[in-house]
């Protein structure tokens, strides 16, 4: 790799790309920040878990309603799908869409929402109604310039994982982000916070969970046997209220050291149910495909990413949120043909002997799970 670490790529892209910024080392830090957002996105969908994902909805504590935490990406049971193909032009909005699926769930409330703008910005997961049991999201399957195919779902409230991305910059002249442990803590909060199964420590240091199956009836063991039954079973009572946490955090020398973890990651390990650590070479490697030594496949998210860092106001279009219709199709077909090369992207600190194939494996036997009967018995 030209540059052998993220840092040395933080540097360059503040003098190349930034310099109209203030501040050009936390505005490079912060557009790595969205490429970890993006490639955590863009593997779920290359997982075929596309139709799932609502972005930065709000979730709420277990049993504890009044709270609730904005994540990332939530994965949530589909109670519908409905494949719709509309004719052009453009915009695409939420009463198009609507009108197109010719569905009316009790109580539905329409969202005044753009799914693909005049300008071919369109938006990730957007949710274009809300009703009383759940939401309606979009996403955009394909577009030539007669018409677009687009894949709306109906979504449970209640999602089934999270995924949660930590990123933190190292400043000029410290050793590591001053930020990073109290970034870590609000992750290790949700993280605990979130799912019926909440985790114990005994007095030799063993995880054990416990896990709430109603009427004041609980169930205690390993936790990480535990939890590998919920997610095998069927029973509702176990399955009710459960969410598969997943972080995912970057910046190798600000986590931890080639010989031992940081404290930061230590607190983020003992709270997710699954870490993932994307590598200095895997942030690299993309970034020098994206940026640096750009394949043709990412040409347009290339372009989308330049066209944003201009220092001009609302000129964004590179965000997990909202994208260039060209750089998200680009961005899907990357992922989902270099499937292979993207995982070892990754590392997995927790659990020790788990492996990408077994969360997806685990993902998806969670959206596989009979949800309607779970959460409504």
């Not at 969202?111 to 300008?119: D, E, G, P, R, Y």
Request: proline fraction near 5%; hydrophobic fraction near 40%.
């Amino acid at each position: 790799m030209a540059y052998p670490s993220v840092d040395k790529i933080q540097n360059m892209l503040a003098q190349e790309v930034f310099g109209y910024a203030a501040d050009k080392k936390k505005a490079s830090g912060r557009a790595l920040g969205t490429l970890v957002e993006l490639i955590t996105f863009y593997t779920l969908c290359a997982w075929n878990l596309r139709d799932s994902i609502a972005i930065e909805r709000p979730i709420p504590e277990f049993a504890n309603p009044d709270i609730s935490h904005n994540v990332e990406f939530s994965l949530h049971p589909i109670a519908a799908a409905h494949p719709i193909t509309l004719n052009l032009p453009l915009p695409i909005t939420s009463r198009k869409v609507l009108k197109a699926a010719k569905i009316t769930p009790e109580g539905l409330k329409e969202k005044n929402q753009s799914l693909v703008t005049a300008n071919r910005v369109m938006r990730n997961s957007a949710v274009v109604a809300e009703h009383n049991s759940g939401f309606l999201t979009t996403h955009l399957v394909a577009m030539n310039e007669n018409q677009c195919t687009i894949a709306l779902t109906d979504l449970l409230n209640e999602p089934y994982a999270i995924f949660e991305c930590k990123r933190v910059g190292v400043e000029e002249g410290m050793r590591k982000g001053p930020q990073t442990i109290e970034k870590a803590k609000q992750g290790a909060y949700v993280a605990r916070s979130v799912s019926a199964l909440q985790k114990f420590r005994l007095r030799n240091g063993e995880i054990q969970g416990v896990l709430d199956t109603g009427n004041g009836q609980l169930i205690t063991g390993d936790y990480a046997l535990l939890l590998q039954n919920i997610i095998a079973g069927t029973n509702a009572s176990h399955l009710r209220n459960f969410i598969l946490t997943v972080g995912v955090v970057s910046n190798h020398g600000n986590w931890f050291t080639a010989e031992n973890h940081n404290k930061e990651l230590k607190v983020l390990a003992h709270s997710y149910d699954w870490l993932l650590f994307l590598t200095d070479g895997g942030l690299c490697q993309f970034i020098e495909k994206l940026l640096l030594k750009p394949v043709p496949e990412l040409e347009p998210a290339r372009d989308a990413f330049l066209a944003s860092y201009q220092g001009k106001p609302g000129s964004n279009c590179f965000t997990k949120v909202k994208i260039r219709v060209e750089a998200d199709l680009a961005l899907k077909s990357y992922f989902k043909s270099h499937e292979s090369e993207i995982e070892s992207w990754f590392n997995v600190i927790t659990p020790q002997d788990g492996s990408l194939t077994y969360l997806r494996n685990d993902l998806v036997k969670l959206l596989r799970k009979d949800w309607r009967r779970i959460r409504h018995p």
